[in-house]
C-alpha cells in the first residue's frame, strides 16, 4: 500500500507561496494557500530580474511559457558612470548568457509573474482573507489559527509570509531586523513618457553607479514600462514596507549632478514607492518538526543582487519534489532535507547581497576603477549562481522505497 500523501498548507500567497503550491499539485498532494490580502493585488511599481536559475524553476512548475509573453530579454547590461554617461562594462545577456547558463536572463513585472502562478495554480487553491496570527504543533501535524478565530489542521506548514513572517515568529520567536542605512526608491514609467531617451529604444539592463548611491532600470511588459530601483543613504526613513510612497522631488535632488539619463527618468516618475532596505542574519534553523520557512520569511537579503524571487523560485521546486518524495509520516525528514541543501547557498547570497551595496556605491577613484576591472569578469564570477540548478542534487539521488 503507498504511503498517505501528506497535505500542505501554505502561508502567503506571494511568488514564493504560490511556486511551491503549484510544485506540490505537480507532486499529487494536496494543499491550500491562506493568503492574508482580500486580494492578490502586486506590490505597486515593481519589476524584477529572472536569472537562468530562476527560470529553470519556471520550467520546472510549467510557468515559463505562460510568462514569456510579458517578459523582456534584455540585450545586454551596461554598467554606466554616474555623471559621465560613459560605458564602464557591458555584457551580453542574450545568446551568449543562454548559450553559457542553458537559460535567458528576463525582466518582468512582478505583476506578471504573480498573475502567471496564480494561473497555473487556480484561484481556488487560495483562501484569501487568511491572516494567520500562530502554527502550533501537534504530535500528527500542526494547527494553524487565524484572525477571524477559524482554524485549520494540516501534515506540514510552509511559511511563506515574507519578512514580517508569522509563522517564523510563532515556532521560532521574533525575528530581529537589519537596516542598511539605506533606502530604495523604486517605480514603472510608462515608456511613451521617455521617448526624449534615445538609448531606451535598446532593450539594456541599465546600472549606474556613484557615489554613495546607485540606479538600475530595465523594460518590462513587453517594452511597455521602465522599471528602476534608486538606493540613496537615508538613516532616516526606516519603514520596511513595499508599500509607501515617498517624494519624487526629493528624488530628485537626491541624484543632483547625475547624467541627464537618471534624472530625466526620475524627472518622469510621478508617485515613486520607497522603503527601507533590511535584512537579516542568515538563521541557524529553518524548519522544526513539520513546520519549515521559504522565500524571504527563511532569508531575507538586500536586492542588490537580483536574487529574491529567484531563490523563492528555487526554494519551492526543492521543497515540493523533496515532499513529494515523502509519506505523510516522513515529512519532518523532508523538512530538514530542504534545508540542508537550500540553506548553504542562500546564507552565501545574503552576504553577497550585503557586499554588492557597498560596491556599487563607491567614490570615483582607485577602488571604483579595481571595482571596474571585477566586472569584467562578471559572467565568472557569478556563475554560481546563474548557472545553478537547484534540482541537480535530488535528481542524483535515489528515491526513497
Known amino acids: 500500500m503507498a ?16 511556486a511551491v503550491a503549484i510544485g506540490l499539485r505537480r507532486q499529487g498532494i494536496e494543499v491550500v494557500v491562506h493568503e492574508q490580502a482580500r486580494e492578490l493585488a502586486p506590490h505597486r511599481g515593481a519589476g524584477i530580474a529572472i536569472g537562468a536559475n530562476g527560470h529553470r524553476a519556471l520550467r520546472d512548475l510549467g510557468v515559463a511559457g505562460r510568462l514569456a509573453a510579458a517578459a523582456v530579454e534584455p540585450v545586454r547590461a551596461d554598467f554606466r558612470h554616474w555623471r559621465t554617461g560613459r560605458s564602464m562594462v557591458t555584457h551580453a545577456l542574450t545568446g551568449m548568457y543562454e ?22 495554480l487556480g484561484a481556488d487553491r487560495v483562501r484569501l482573507g487568511a491572516r494567520c496570527t500562530e502554527v502550533a504543533q501537534t504530535g500528527a501535524g500542526a494547527v494553524l489559527r487565524f484572525a477571524d478565530g477559524t482554524e485549520t489542521e494540516a501534515d506540514a506548514v510552509v511559511g511563506a509570509d515574507g519578512i514580517h513572517s508569522a509563522v517564523r515568529d510563532s515556532v521560532f520567536g521574533p525575528d530581529e531586523a537589519v537596516f542598511s542605512g539605506t533606502s530604495g526608491y523604486r517605480a514603472l514609467v510608462p515608456m511613451d513618457r521617455l521617448g526624449h531617451i534615445p538609448e531606451l529604444a535598446e532593450r539594456v539592463l ?59 527618468i526620475l524627472a518622469a516618475c510621478e508617485r515613486p514607492g520607497r522603503w527601507a532596505l533590511y535584512d537579516r542574519e542568515p538563521r541557524r534553523m529553518w524548519s522544526s518538526g513539520r513546520v519549515t520557512l521559504l522565500g524571504d520569511a527563511a532569508h531575507a537579503m538586500l536586492p542588490h543582487h537580483g536574487q529574491g524571487a529567484n531563490q523563492s523560485l528555487e526554494d519551492a521546486v526543492v521543497l515540493a519534489h523533496l515532499l513529494g518524495r515523502a509519506g505523510a509520516d516522513e515529512v519532518a525528514t523532508a523538512l530538514r532535507s530542504y534545508e540542508q541543501l537550500r540553506r548553504p547557498r542562500t546564507r552565501l547570497l545574503q552576504a553577497g547581497s550585503r557586499k554588492n551595496a557597498t560596491c556599487f ?14 566586472l569584467t569578469r562578471l559572467p565568472e564570477d557569478l556563475a554560481w549562481i546563474h548557472g545553478h540548478d537547484a534540482l541537480g542534487p535530488l535528481r542524483s539521488a535515489p528515491t526513497p522505497a
Do not use: C, M
Not at 99 to 120: G, I, S
Not at 253 to 262: K, L, R, T
Open 3 to 18: 504511503p498517505k500523501r501528506p497535505y500542505v498548507a501554505v502561508v502567503g500567497g506571494g511568488i514564493g507561496g504560490l
Open 99 to 120: 548559450e553559457r547558463f542553458k537559460a535567458p536572463f528576463w525582466t518582468v513585472e512582478r505583476a506578471a509573474v504573480q498573475q502567471a502562478l496564480l494561473a497555473e
Open 206 to 264: 541599465w546600472l549606474w553607479l556613484g557615489p554613495g548611491r546607485h540606479f538600475i532600470a530595465y523594460p518590462v511588459a513587453d517594452g511597455a514600462a521602465l522599471n528602476f530601483l534608486a538606493v540613496v543613504p537615508d538613516t532616516e526613513w526606516t519603514i520596511e514596507s513595499w508599500s509607501t510612497e515617498g517624494d519624487g522631488a526629493d528624488l530628485l535632488a537626491a541624484f543632483d549632478g547625475w547624467h541627464p539619463f537618471v534624472t530625466e
Open 361 to 374: 556605491q563607491l567614490p570615483d577613484g582607485a577602488e571604483a576603477r579595481a571595482r571596474n576591472e571585477r
